[in-house]
């Protein structure tokens, strides 16, 4: 499952969470962005029983992703513990980058 999370809701859903975390930051006006959403909401189907997904718009969630030193999308981040560990950046962002990444910490 991927939990569209907000700027109200970030803290608690990645920063505050336990565990591994995979975010997704997209923008409804980035293509790649929105090329890449439905694979990473296949993969948090598969991927879900151990790892948490959240999506977050950083259209409407500026400070957030500026906090979280996001300067271009899309970025698919790992979390641990509320740390960033590890992301993919704009065109590393492939389907097959994302995916190992994710096994990574499956």
Same mark, same amino acid.
Request: hydrophobic share 45%.
């Given at each position: 499952? #991927?939990?569209?999370?907000?700027?109200r809701?970030?803290?608690?859903?990645?920063?505050?969470?336990?565990?591994?975390?995979?975010? =997704? *930051?997209? +923008?409804? +006006?980035?293509?790649?962005?929105?090329? @890449?959403?439905?694979?990473?909401?296949? @993969?948090? $189907?598969? *991927?879900?029983?151990?790892?948490?997904?959240?999506? @977050? =718009?950083?259209?409407?969630?500026?400070?957030?992703?500026?906090?979280? $030193?996001?300067?271009?999308?899309?970025?698919?981040?790992?979390y641990?513990?509320?740390? $960033?560990?590890?992301? #993919?950046?704009?065109? =590393?962002?492939?389907?097959?980058?994302?995916?190992?990444?994710? $096994?990574? *910490? *499956?």
């Amino acid at each position: 499952m #991927l939990i569209e999370a907000d700027r109200r809701t970030f803290e608690a859903e990645v920063l505050q969470a336990e565990g591994t975390v995979i975010v =997704d *930051y997209f +923008s409804e +006006s980035c293509v790649p962005c929105m090329a @890449l959403k439905p694979h990473v909401e296949e @993969l948090a $189907k598969q *991927y879900g029983d151990k790892l948490k997904f959240v999506a @977050l =718009d950083t259209a409407k969630a500026r400070r957030v992703a500026i906090g979280q $030193k996001i300067l271009g999308i899309p970025v698919v981040a790992v979390y641990q513990n509320g740390e $960033k560990v590890e992301e #993919l950046v704009q065109d =590393d962002c492939t389907v097959e980058a994302v995916e190992a990444l994710i $096994k990574k *910490y *499956y």
